[in-house]
């Protein structure tokens, strides 16, 4: 492993803070334009073992938000994108793309892995993830609502905590109906302004809650 590589990482966390990172494994799944910004932190802080969910292809649409979205991978499936820039930001992490959305019944071990960072869109899915890796004891952080926002005041809470952000409202209540009360998120609390009846997103705000994850995650891992 080149040292230049993490050395601006070391002269903050430590050799013993990039150990920890370089041997800790992480499933991202979404890979959009919040999941795409905590994908690449996760990879140029140093986690060794990364792993890649997302069944979309990228769109034109895309462009303006996320990392994937290039003119030149349009059409391409974002996780097999995102491992691409992966490897080519470090090519001695260890990088799986899972070319899938998860679903309800989905056959992927979660309990491989330190952390599971969910960026989902999907309300059904992003359920099932939650439920399924509590239930299995794996440690989780979830997003919720960035988009048809101006800012980029996100933070960590407890999803009991949380207020103003529909999507958390809404997923509190289905939480609370499978049984759980906690769960740390990254939310905001401006409220969404539709437009057309539509939720817009800006280049730099899915980035902001995305690079929320992975921080908390990061900082978890270098610290345990």
Not at 66 to 85: P, Y
Not at 104 to 110: N, S
Request: hydrophobic share 40%; aromatic share 6%.
């Amino acid at each position: 492993m080149s040292e230049e590589r993490f050395s601006r990482t070391v002269k903050l966390i430590g050799q013993e803070g990039l150990a920890k990172l370089r041997s800790a494994r992480v499933i991202v799944i979404g890979c959009g334009g919040v999941g795409s910004y905590a994908a690449e932190a996760c990879t140029r802080a140093g986690i060794g073992h990364l792993t890649f969910m997302d069944g979309d292809a990228v769109a034109q649409s895309n462009l303006n938000r996320q990392l994937v979205a290039l003119t030149s991978t349009i059409g391409r499936n974002k996780a097999e994108v995102m491992a691409e820039r992966a490897r080519d930001i470090d090519p001695e992490t260890d990088v799986t793309a899972l070319g899938r959305f998860y679903r309800k019944g989905d056959e992927l071990d979660l309990t491989q892995y330190d952390w599971v960072i969910d960026a989902i869109d999907d309300v059904d899915a992003k359920t099932e993830l939650i439920c399924r890796a509590t239930e299995l004891g794996v440690n989780i952080i979830s997003a919720m609502g960035a988009a048809g926002k101006f800012g980029t005041d996100f933070k960590v809470s407890d999803i009991s905590k949380t207020s103003v952000c529909p999507l958390a409202r809404v997923m509190r209540k289905r939480l609370r109906e499978r049984g759980i009360e906690n769960l740390p998120v990254v939310y905001s609390e401006e409220k969404p302004v539709p437009r057309d009846g539509d939720l817009g997103t800006l280049s730099y705000v899915p980035g902001s809650a995305g690079l929320t994850l992975a921080g908390y995650v990061i900082r978890k891992i270098a610290e345990g």
